[in-house]
């Protein structure tokens, strides 16, 4: 949202502002979706079940958004201090 502010501010077009924000968010979802494979135990390359429209979405948000990681240590490290 603010991003979007700050491109109507400069002039920019919704139409050309859209696929912009959508650019620069999709590194930081991506990589964050990585990382919660990796908290599952799983490779990142899962991340690509998003790609299959509506079953690859409900996969993904049920894996990564309502299962939980793997307790303790796993091939990808030890779990994030809390």
Known sequence: FVLHGLLAVAGVRI???EPLVN????????????????DRGQ????VL???????GWAWLLLATGCLPGTPGAN???PPPPR
């Open 15 to 17: 139409g050309t502002a």
């Open 23 to 38: 650019l620069l968010l999709l590194w930081p979802a991506v990589v964050i979706s990585i990382k919660r494979w990796h």
């Open 43 to 46: 490779s990142g390359w899962w």
């Open 49 to 55: 079940i998003a790609l299959i429209p509506i079953v």
């Open 75 to 77: 091939r990808y490290g």
